[in-house]
């Protein structure tokens, strides 16, 4: 019983939980992101080699692409439903 509970609690903390308001989840994925954006580049090698591989710049290309892929669609002021602004 206690197993299947725990099973069906929410993956993810609403701020409202922690009496925070709404933003603050905004405010967390910003920093989420900053610190990938912070960490991708710190491991970029800072030498080339004298390989053909691909560079640095284009692996860091090609990473951010994919995540950018794996993002939802923007969405407009007109297309939203009027309580989403």
């Known amino acids: 019983a206690q197993r299947d509970y725990v099973s069906h609690l929410p993956l993810h903390d609403e ?6 308001h709404e933003n603050a989840d905004i405010t967390l994925q910003q920093k989420e992101t900053t610190e990938l954006l ?15 591989g ?24 007109e ?3 009027p309580a989403t602004f």
């Open 54 to 77: 691909k560079s640095p710049d284009e692996i860091v290309n090609e990473l951010a692409d994919d995540i950018q892929s794996k993002l939802p669609a923007m969405f407009s002021k």
């Open 15 to 20: 701020p409202e939980t922690f009496g925070l």
């Open 79 to 81: 297309d939203a439903h």
């Open 38 to 52: 912070k960490t991708l580049i710190s491991i970029q090698p800072r030498a080339a080699g004298g390989g053909g």
